[in-house]
């Protein structure tokens, strides 16, 4: 009796494992350099439709003039049905991780100029690039030392 109880332990266990297979992985987004990048969003300027996936606190510390907050998939999905698909979209977080999943599901519903800033945020203002702050300036190099 405890060997059938224990192989139909088994048995179920061994179902439940063969169907829980890993999701396939989604290829990663090629990224262009970031020379490149703003190179395209230069050229997009006031055309540029900007997405920030950082939360609402990043965003409000920091974020480049005119982007919009997507924090929350709700508000995500209202502000993608506001956007023209003919116009380049970017989209940043502090590194790639949120923006590059956000890019994904852009590329999902159909835009096809979807762009990445290479780097993100953190590159971005890394660069010297301007962002609207609500925390100041920040030390240089030299004060910081």
Same mark, same amino acid.
């Given at each position: 009796?405890?060997?059938?109880?224990?192989?139909?332990?088994?048995?179920?266990?061994?179902?439940?494992?063969?169907?829980?297979?890993?999701?396939?992985?989604?290829?990663?987004?090629?990224? +262009?350099?970031?020379?490149?990048?703003?190179?395209?969003?230069?050229?997009? !300027?006031?055309? @540029? /439709?900007? #997405? =920030?996936?950082?939360?609402?606190?990043?965003?409000?510390?920091?974020?480049?003039?005119?982007?919009?907050?997507?924090?929350?998939?709700?508000?995500?999905?209202?502000?993608?049905?506001?956007?023209?698909?003919? +116009?380049?979209?970017?989209?940043?977080?502090?590194?790639?991780?949120?923006? !590059?999943?956000? @890019? /994904?599901? #852009? =590329?999902?519903?159909?835009?096809?100029?979807?762009?990445?800033?290479?780097?993100?945020?953190?590159?971005?203002?890394?660069?010297?690039?301007?962002?609207?702050?609500?925390?100041?300036?920040?030390?240089?190099?030299?004060?910081?030392?």
């Amino acid at each position: 009796m405890k060997l059938q109880f224990l192989l139909f332990i088994l048995s179920c266990f061994a179902a439940v494992a063969g169907f829980a297979q890993p999701a396939e992985k989604s290829e990663r987004r090629p990224l +262009l350099s970031f020379d490149e990048f703003t190179e395209v969003f230069d050229k997009a !300027g006031d055309k @540029a /439709q900007v #997405l =920030d996936a950082r939360s609402a606190e990043e965003y409000e510390q920091n974020h480049i003039k005119g982007a919009i907050n997507v924090d929350t998939e709700e508000r995500f999905e209202k502000v993608a049905a506001t956007l023209d698909k003919n +116009l380049p979209v970017f989209v940043y977080s502090i590194g790639n991780g949120r923006s !590059g999943r956000l @890019a /994904q599901q #852009l =590329d999902q519903k159909g835009f096809p100029r979807v762009y990445e800033i290479p780097g993100g945020l953190s590159k971005w203002i890394g660069e010297g690039r301007p962002v609207v702050s609500t925390v100041g300036e920040g030390l240089t190099i030299d004060e910081y030392q």
